[in-house]
């Protein structure tokens, strides 16, 4: 198969992607599920309609195994291997690659982000998974997937919302950005803001003002200098940075969102 067949930006994680490949024909029974599918949920009646499809016209495109434990392990393409045995299929083409295990994790997240088939949380669970089985900073992940690491950071934060909000955004009822906006809210106050923002109808930008004002009712007046200082620190360190304030007291809260982001961090204030 070829790289643009596999999907493009994949030929930098399988060496020689870029020649072809011809596909076999591959048993369906001989096939087994793949453990770093970053895909939870499928569309039932999406499935039946490829299902027909596959039926009447055949696979379009062939599906990405690989060799496992004297069968084969899926790499992508979960839905036309779903879709065939629920058309009745006893066999499907199969692309056959020697991978590693980071590849096989790695291409199956590419996969769905550039099928769009992944929702946000979803998306933030891979990465997360990717970052702690193979030891990858935000950078290093970026790089591999093609994305900015501001955009894997942000991503990643969604994991730190109230469960049933973290909910909320996979079923699309809230956006990321929306998501975003409640971060610094203390989780009981979550889920109560993101319902506003649903029956409401709030932007994004309405939702951000909202919890300023929210925060600013339980602050005392900020500083416009500790405001300044706050910024600048947030654009250095590349991340959420909290300046409270009381008394002339107060305290820096500085946000991480794994433990290679925690050492990015430190190795920016130390050097």
Same mark, same amino acid.
């Given at each position: 198969m070829s790289k643009r067949a596999l999907g493009r930006g994949l030929g930098a994680?399988? %060496?020689?992607?870029?020649?072809?490949?011809?596909?076999?024909?591959?048993?369906?029974?001989?096939?087994?599920?793949? %453990?770093?599918? %970053?895909?939870?949920?499928? $569309?039932?009646?999406?499935?039946?309609?490829?299902?027909?499809?596959?039926?009447?016209? +055949?696979?379009?495109?062939? #599906?990405? @195994?690989r060799p496992h434990l004297g069968r084969y392990q899926l790499v992508a393409g979960e839905r036309r291997f779903r879709a065939a045995k629920l058309a009745g299929k006893s066999s499907i083409p199969a692309v056959i690659m020697d991978l590693t295990d980071r590849q096989l994790a790695e291409?199956?997240?590419?996969?769905?982000?550039?099928?769009? $088939?992944?929702?946000?949380?979803?998306?933030?669970?891979?990465?997360?998974q990717l970052i702690k089985e193979f030891n990858l900073t935000q950078e290093a992940l970026?790089?591999?997937i093609g994305k900015s690491r501001s955009a894997i950071a942000n991503t990643l934060r969604l994991l730190?919302?109230?469960?049933? @909000?973290?909910?909320?955004?996979? $079923? +699309?009822? #809230?956006?990321p950005g929306h998501a975003r906006t409640l971060l610094s809210?203390? @989780?009981? $106050?979550?889920?109560?803001?993101?319902?506003? #923002? @649903?029956?409401?109808?709030l932007t994004v930008r309405t939702a951000e003002k909202n919890r300023q004002a929210q925060r600013q009712k339980k602050a005392e007046p900020r500083d416009p200098n500790a405001a300044h200082m706050q910024q600048k620190l947030m654009e250095h360190l590349g991340t959420r940075v909290t300046l409270e304030e009381k008394g002339g007291k107060g305290r820096i #809260?500085?946000?991480?969102?794994?433990p290679q982001d925690a050492n990015r961090i430190i190795n920016i204030i130390l050097h």
């Open positions: 994680l399988i %060496p020689g992607a870029e020649e072809e490949v011809p596909p076999s024909e591959v048993s369906l029974d001989s096939i087994v599920p793949n %453990p770093h599918q %970053p895909r939870r949920t499928f $569309d039932q009646e999406a499935l039946e309609e490829l299902a027909q499809s596959i039926a009447q016209h +055949g696979l379009l495109q062939p #599906i990405v @195994v291409i199956s997240l590419v996969e769905n982000l550039q099928r769009e $088939d992944l929702n946000p949380l979803e998306e933030a669970n891979a990465y997360a970026a790089t591999r730190n919302l109230a469960p049933p @909000v973290q909910s909320m955004v996979a $079923d +699309g009822r #809230i956006s809210l203390a @989780v009981e $106050d979550q889920l109560k803001a993101a319902e506003r #923002i @649903v029956s409401k109808g #809260i500085i946000e991480y969102y794994s």
